[in-house]
C-alpha cells in the first residue's frame, strides 16, 4: 500500500498497481484454461468474494477505462475496499463482507416504474448487457470522514434514464433496495425505515458523472458492494450511492431518503460533499484515506467534481445543499 504522499493532480503508472496485477493475473488464468473458477469458486474463499456474472460474460466487466475521469490520489487495492463496507441491511458496522454473500443476485429483477411511459420489468443481467460499459476511477468519500478511491466498471446513468423514458412531468427518480429480512439481518432492526432508499434529481441522475455500477477492479461488484448494480455519485457523501438496487421510480416529488428519515439534520436529500459545513457531530475538512495508515488529507468542495456539477446547484436558494 503506497502511503508516501504524491503532488496533487498526477497520477503515476505505479498507482494502478493493484488493478492491473489483477489483470496479469487472470490473464495467466485464461491461458492456463482455468478462467471458470472465477465464477464457480466459493465466495468465502477469497477475502474480496468472486461474484456471480449472473451468466454474462466475466470479460465484460473489465471494460474500457475512460481516460476523462484522473485521480489526484493512489488508488486502493481491492481488498481495501471489499473488506471495508457499510451496507446496513447485514449490520451497523464496516465487517460485513462475509455476511452479504448470502445474498442471491441471480436472478434479480430490477423496476422501473411511476412517471415514464410504460413500466418496464428486466432482469438485472439482460439491463445491464444492453448498456456500454466502461471503467473510471473515482475518489469516494462517506460522511463518516474516510475515503477511497477505485475503478469501478458501469455505465452512465444517463443511459439507464434514456432506456427508462420518464415522462415530462417528471423530476425526481427514486431507487429502492431489495427486502428480504430472512438473510439481510439488518432488516430486523424494525426502527430503521426499509428499504434502503434514496433518489436524485433528473439532472443529477443524468449528470456525466452519475454512474450505475456493475464492477469493481475488472469484476462484477462482489455482493457487499451492492451487486448486482449500485449507484456512483462521486459528488456526494457515500450514503447517497444506494446498493443492491431493485426499482427505479420517476415522480415529481422530492423523495425522502432512508436516512433522512431517520436524522434529517444530519443526512439530508442533497448531500453533496463540502468540507466547509461540518457534520452535527464531527468536521468535513478532513478526511482519513482507507489503507492509508490512519493519515489525512483535505476534503475538496464536490470531492474534487466542481467542474462537472457546481453547475446543477447555482440557481438552488435556500436549500442545504450540503448534509
Ligand atoms: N442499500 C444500502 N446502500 C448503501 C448503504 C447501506 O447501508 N445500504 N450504505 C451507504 C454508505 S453510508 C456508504 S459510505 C456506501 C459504502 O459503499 P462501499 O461499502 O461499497 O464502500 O454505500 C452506501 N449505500
Ligand atoms: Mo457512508
Same mark, same amino acid.
Given at each position: 500500500m503506497l502511503t508516501k504522499s504524491k503532488p496533487s493532480w498526477s497520477i503515476s503508472?505505479? $498507482?494502478?498497481t493493484p488493478e492491473s496485477a489483477f489483470k496479469n493475473r487472470r490473464a495467466i488464468l485464461k491461458t492456463i484454461g482455468i478462467s471458470s473458477i472465477l465464477t464457480t469458486i466459493s465466495p468465502n474463499v477469497v477475502g474480496s468474494a468472486v461474484a456471480s456474472t449472473g451468466g454474462l460474460n466475466p470479460n465484460l466487466f473489465s471494460a474500457k477505462r475512460n481516460l476523462k475521469y484522473e485521480l489526484d490520489r493512489p488508488l486502493n487495492t481491492e481488498k481495501d475496499v471489499t473488506t471495508y463496507n457499510n451496507f446496513y441491511e447485514f449490520g451497523?458496522?464496516? $465487517?460485513i463482507s462475509k455476511d452479504a454473500q448470502? $445474498?442471491?443476485?441471480?436472478?434479480w429483477t430490477v423496476t422501473i416504474d411511476g412517471m415514464v411511459e410504460k413500466p418496464i420489468i428486466i432482469d438485472a443481467h439482460t439491463l445491464i448487457s444492453k448498456m456500454q460499459l466502461e471503467e473510471r476511477l473515482y475518489r469516494f468519500r462517506c460522511v463518516e470522514a474516510w475515503s477511497m478511491a477505485l475503478p469501478w466498471t458501469g455505465f452512465p446513468m444517463r443511459d439507464l434514464v434514456k432506456f427508462s423514458r420518464p415522462l415530462k412531468k417528471a423530476k425526481y427518480v427514486v431507487m429502492e433496495t431489495f427486502m428480504n429480512s430472512a438473510i439481510a439481518k439488518g432488516q430486523k432492526q424494525f426502527w430503521y425505515p426499509w428499504p434502503y432508499r434514496e433518489g436524485l434529481t433528473i439532472g443529477e441522475a443524468t449528470n456525466e458523472l452519475a454512474l450505475i455500477g456493475v464492477g469493481a477492479y475488472g469484476k462484477p461488484l462482489p455482493k457487499q458492494m451492492g451487486a448486482p448494480l449500485r449507484l456512483v455519485v462521486p459528488w456526494k457523501y457515500g450514503f447517497k450511492s444506494i446498493k443492491s438496487i431493485v426499482r427505479f421510480s420517476f415522480t415529481d416529488k422530492r423523495p425522502v431518503s432512508f436516512w433522512e428519515t431517520v436524522q434529517s439534520e444530519e443526512y439530508g436529500f442533497w448531500a453533496n460533499v463540502n468540507p466547509k459545513v461540518p457534520h452535527a457531530r464531527w468536521s468535513q475538512e478532513t478526511e482519513r484515506v482507507l489503507g492509508g495508515g490512519g493519515k489525512r488529507i483535505k476534503t475538496l468542495i464536490y470531492n474534487g467534481y466542481e467542474e462537472q456539477v457546481a453547475g446543477l446547484y447555482r440557481n438552488l436558494k435556500g436549500e442545504s445543499l450540503y448534509y
Open positions: 503508472e505505479n $498507482l494502478i451497523s458496522h464496516k $465487517l448470502k $445474498l442471491q443476485t441471480k436472478p
